[in-house]
């Protein structure tokens, strides 16, 4: 049985619309209500870090798990993610960094055929 059929379409915008409104009201909560105050300095502190967490977050599983593989690991893949932490440390840059980690991904499926 898909979603469609379990809960039927009336449910699933009931869903959708509650869950934009709950997304709406939360962001508004720290953009709306506290938008005009400055922010403590260990709070700008620990936002400072938040791009740095996520973007591994995104990244691991498809590097890990990829589907394009089964959700097994490649060696392409491995040696990408490598590749762009190698050139991120070395050049401090990260534009750099996913510029080297897409060159190597592409170049050794390429080797690989």
Sequence with gaps: MTTAETYGAPAIWLI????????????????????????????????????????????????????ATGGQPDPARLAAAAATVGVGLATRNTLAAIIGGLATLYGVLWLLG
């Design 16 to 67: 959708i619309l509650a869950l934009g409104v709950g997304t709406f009201f939360l962001r508004y909560s720290f953009l709306g209500l506290i938008g005009d105050r400055p922010l403590p300095e260990w709070a700008l502190r620990y936002l400072r870090y938040t791009a740095v967490a996520v973007l591994p977050g995104l990244v691991a599983p498809l590097v890990l798990w990829p589907d």
